[in-house]
């Protein structure tokens, strides 16, 4: 009954390094910040109908801040 609930169709492990920094106002808020982290992608269907629904956990670093880790999960889904 319950076994085309939900399929895994593929995983991938992202490694990313970031770079940003926020303006107001067109004026620098604050220094430009670095970071580097990693993630996992699983590409699952649902129900056997919705296609491609990406679950997301990213964990991520600051290098040039004294920040602690940052964790994001994440659900994507196109329409």
């Known amino acids: 009954l319950f076994d085309h609930v939900m399929g895994v169709r ?13 303006y107001v106002s067109g004026k ?25 629904t990406t679950l997301r956990l ?7 801040a004294d920040t602690g880790i940052q964790v994001w999960v994440g659900i994507n889904h196109p329409f």
């Not at 593929?10 to 926020?22: C, L, N």
């Not at 220094?31 to 129900?47: E, N, S």
């Open 58 to 64: 990213d964990v991520a670093k600051a290098v040039n």
């Open 10 to 22: 593929s995983a991938y492990a992202a490694f990313f390094y970031d770079v940003g920094d926020a």
């Open 28 to 52: 620098s808020v604050g220094p430009v910040a670095h970071g580097v982290g990693a993630g996992l992608r699983f590409d699952v269907a649902w129900f056997s109908i919705v296609e491609r």
